[in-house]
């Protein structure tokens, strides 16, 4: 697999990651006022947006780690 391949996996994770965010803490967040249900229920939601932010961390670092082992070499 490409290194390059990795960075574009990652960031194909955090876009999913934070398109299924949005989408699921609206639809709780409706749900959650018909119910008259407190916040915390949407934990779990909030968890996608960390991973997300967590994958966009790991692009960056694989792309400055890529970029540190071309400088090596060159």
Not at 3 to 12: A, D, E, M, R, T
Not at 32 to 49: E, F, P, S
Request: net charge neutral.
């Amino acid at each position: 697999m490409e290194p390059n391949q990795w960075i574009y996996l990652l960031i194909g994770g955090a876009v999913v990651s934070c398109v299924l965010f949005i989408y699921f803490l609206i639809n709780d967040s409706k749900l959650i006022r018909q119910a008259n249900l407190k916040g915390r229920h949407l934990v779990l939601d909030w968890m996608l947006l960390i991973i997300g932010v967590a994958f966009i961390g790991l692009a960056v670092f694989t792309y400055i780690d890529i970029q540190n082992q071309i400088h090596l070499f060159t």
